[in-house]
């Protein structure tokens, strides 16, 4: 498995350079080896370093290490979601499960920006669910009311009270969420990294091309070099199918931002110079769209079955083209040359919008599968997995395996023609929003 990702996140161009990083070049045993180094991977690694001081555990990413989905997302820390199944009463029990694992994956993210000291933006100011289209108050209504009843403090705004908070009377009804926190995706990441145990090697550039299940151990074969491993943990996400791990569960897709450059002075004062803000769409195919700290607006309003491995600079010009469009509708004051980047990623999505988290066999662990809200349960599940993994329990492991299960999905072709025709369905049912 391969990976050739772009190098334009804006978010991985703000941070230092690393240099430091090292690829497999020989056989190694290890007592575990985790196949990832995102939210999920490095949390799991660090937590297996708290538990094993003295085994050798090894963690090995097919690119740079925290340069994937982790750090390419928009930075949203959510408590709450919309658009994943649980929005009707009948569902308030199985939607109350989803939300506790979003707790505790915010209580895991605090507790290592805490003991760390990490500095990675963090703003706990909310977050807007909002629409241009007044016909979808009924759906923020009902919303309104589950999260009401599940004590998540939230607010239905309007019109003039939107424009004052975010700039732009481009929407028409929103519903304000108090518990969602922003920060920056790539300083959490790179804080994870730098804080990594010694008894944790960590390679880099490494793609895993084979494993095999043997005996009583898994061996891993890398260009240049195996692993041996006793136990493994499988933990990279939109990636999972592509090692053959609960590939009838699991699908990626790839999504594609852009982000401005920081507005001047004078065009801040154009949209009334808001406070850093984030929007989500009502509608599963809208925009995402947040102004960051430093006066930039991101959007990422492209979903869409692509190869995940890579992602050429003219197919980013095209959907590049597409976001620009979708910030001159909301802010037609602005210049059509703000954006600065586009860049691509990969999200991992379940059919039932739920997450793998499982012992496969007696020595194979997997976590991933966040559909699209892994900041926050992607640490939580790193943390929980790597507890599992050493045939430990936790009560975070007892509320997680409440959820909801994946459910099967079907083979492909079909699987690949069914995504892609409700991909358009919903771009169709949101092409205002975008």
């Known amino acids: 498995m391969k990976i050739v990702n772009d190098t334009h996140c804006i978010w991985l161009k703000q941070l230092p350079k690393r240099d430091n990083f090292r690829q497999i070049s020989q056989n190694l045993v290890s007592d575990y080896l985790i196949i990832g180094a995102g939210y999920t991977g490095l949390s799991a690694a660090r937590k297996l370093s708290e538990i094993h001081k003295n085994k050798k555990i090894v963690i090995v990413d097919a690119q740079l290490a925290g340069e994937?989905?982790?750090?390419?997302?928009?930075?949203?820390?959510?408590?709450?979601?919309?658009?994943?199944?649980?929005?009707?009463?009948?569902d308030l029990i199985n939607y109350k499960k989803k939300t506790d694992i979003y707790k505790l994956g915010i209580e895991a993210v605090k507790k290592f920006k805490k003991q760390y000291q990490v500095d990675c933006d963090w703003n706990e100011c909310g977050k807007f669910f909002a629409s241009s289209k007044i016909n979808?108050?009924?759906i923020l209504e009902n919303f309104s009311k589950i999260l009401s009843k599940l004590n998540f403090e939230n607010k239905l705004i309007f019109n003039n009270d939107i424009t004052k908070n975010i700039g732009t009377n481009f929407y028409k009804i929103?519903?304000?969420?108090?518990?969602?926190?922003?920060?920056?995706?790539?300083?959490?990441t790179r804080a994870m990294i730098d804080v990594l145990p010694e008894n944790v090697d960590l390679y880099e550039n490494s793609s895993l091309l084979n494993w095999e299940h043997k005996k009583d151990f898994i061996e891993c074969e890398f260009k240049n070099a195996k692993i041996k491993t006793k136990k493994i943990i499988f933990a990279?996400?939109?990636?999972?199918?592509?090692?053959?791990?609960?590939?009838?569960?699991?699908?990626?897709?790839?999504?594609?931002?852009?982000?401005?450059?920081?507005?001047t002075f004078k065009e801040f004062k154009s949209i009334q110079e808001p406070k850093e803000w984030g929007v989500l769409p009502v509608r599963p195919m809208g925009a995402t769209i947040r102004m960051t700290k430093d006066r930039r607006i991101l959007i990422r309003n492209t979903a869409e079955v692509h190869?995940?491995?890579?992602?050429?600079?003219?197919?980013?010009?095209?959907?590049?083209?597409?976001?620009?469009?979708?910030?001159?509708?909301?802010?037609?004051?602005?210049p059509d040359t703000?954006?600065?980047?586009?860049?691509?990623?990969?999200?991992?999505?379940?059919?039932?919008?739920?997450?793998?988290?499982?012992?496969?066999?007696?020595?194979?662990?997997?976590?991933?599968?966040?559909?699209?809200?892994?900041?926050?349960?992607?640490?939580?599940?790193?943390?929980?997995?790597?507890?599992?993994?050493?045939?430990?329990?936790?009560?975070?492991?007892e509320i997680i395996e409440k959820r909801n299960k994946p459910t099967w999905l079907p083979p492909q072709p079909f699987l690949n023609l069914g995504i892609r025709t409700r991909l358009f369905y919903e771009r169709l049912r949101s092409k205002s929003e975008i």
């Not at 997302?73 to 199944?85: E, F």
């Not at 592509?242 to 920081?262: E, V």
């Not at 586009?342 to 066999?361: A, D, L």
């Open 236 to 263: 990279t996400n939109g990636f999972l199918n592509k090692l053959g791990i609960k590939k009838n569960y699991n699908f990626p897709i790839t999504l594609t931002a852009s982000m401005t450059r920081p507005l």
């Open 307 to 334: 190869s995940p491995f890579q992602m050429s600079n003219k197919e980013l010009e095209k959907r590049s083209i597409v976001q620009r469009i979708g910030i001159k509708k909301r802010f037609p004051q602005l």
């Open 68 to 90: 994937g989905a982790s750090s390419r997302n928009s930075g949203y820390l959510v408590d709450t979601t919309l658009n994943d199944g649980f929005t009707s009463n009948k």
């Open 136 to 138: 979808d108050v009924k």
């Open 338 to 397: 703000l954006i600065e980047s586009t860049w691509s990623g990969v999200v991992s999505r379940t059919r039932n919008s739920s997450q793998i988290f499982e012992k496969i066999y007696k020595n194979i662990f997997v976590a991933g599968c966040y559909n699209g809200s892994g900041i926050g349960v992607a640490t939580l599940f790193g943390e929980q997995i790597a507890i599992k993994a050493s045939d430990e329990n936790s009560n975070e492991i």
């Open 174 to 188: 929103a519903l304000y969420t108090k518990g969602g926190i922003l920060l920056h995706p790539g300083k959490l």
